[in-house]
């Protein structure tokens, strides 16, 4: 049973797409952190995905080559799909903030408020089933909370129409193994809500 959480019914699906969205930020310089990217890192993925992975912000190899998840984490995260029953093919992969914060410090709060209309955008534009949030500032963006990961996770919130599967960072685990096999578990949770719920033909 998941958790329900009231305050997003306002929320629906837009026909926008993502390249329009993309078009739109240009060469975005609404917060400082347009000052330092090499790359804006949008995201990437699929645009009808039924999962959508929201990450916290591009890392230093993600910044290099303008792509989610392509460094240690990116491995990680491959390696987790499976648990979940997903492919890299189905799924959409985007972070809370698009530029890269200078040695990777957290993305601060005018930056995460400057850059999620664009977040905002991609979920309506993507509409999935199901948000995994990876880490404190995915999670606490989605569900509008200032909880930690450490409590939120290990269950499913009902999010309007998102199921919502908040979790630890992959790249948080390659320092803290021990919440490797709790990531696991969340994704496994998400992988039995697929399975239970058949994406049904149009
Ligand atoms: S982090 Fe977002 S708001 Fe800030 S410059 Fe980059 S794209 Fe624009």
Redesign the pocket.
């Known amino acids: 049973m998941a958790l329900r959480i009231p305050g997003h019914e306002h929320q629906a699906p837009r026909e926008v797409g993502l390249e329009e969205i993309r078009d739109l ?1 240009g060469n ?8 330092t ?1 090499n790359n ?1 890192v ?1 995201g990437v993925g699929n645009p009808r995905a039924r999962v959508m992975f929201i990450g916290e ?1 591009p890392g230093r190899n993600e910044d290099l080559q303008g792509e989610p998840f392509v460094g240690a984490a990116g491995k990680k995260l491959d390696s987790l799909l499976c648990v979940a029953g997903l492919t890299r093919d189905e799924i959409y992969i985007a972070n809370v ?3 890269r ?1 200078p040695s990777n410090r957290n ?1 601060r709060p005018a ?1 995460i408020e ?3 209309p ?1 977040l905002r955008e991609q979920v309506r534009s993507i509409w999935p089933d199901v948000i995994v949030c990876l880490g404190n500032f995915a999670s606490q963006w989605v569900l509008k909370t200032q909880a930690g990961v450490t409590s939120l996770r290990g269950q499913l919130h009902q999010v309007g129409h998102f199921l919502v599967c908040p979790t630890f960072h992959p790249a948080a685990c390659i320092y803290h193994p021990d919440w490797l096999p709790l990531l696991e578990s969340d994704l496994a949770m998400v992988g039995q809500w697929l399975r239970e719920h058949p994406k049904e033909e149009v």
Do not use: D, H, T, W
């Open positions: 930020m975005c310089q609404l917060c400082e952190l347009g000052q990217r804006l949008f912000g903030v698009k530029c914060p993305p930056e400057a850059c999620s664009f």
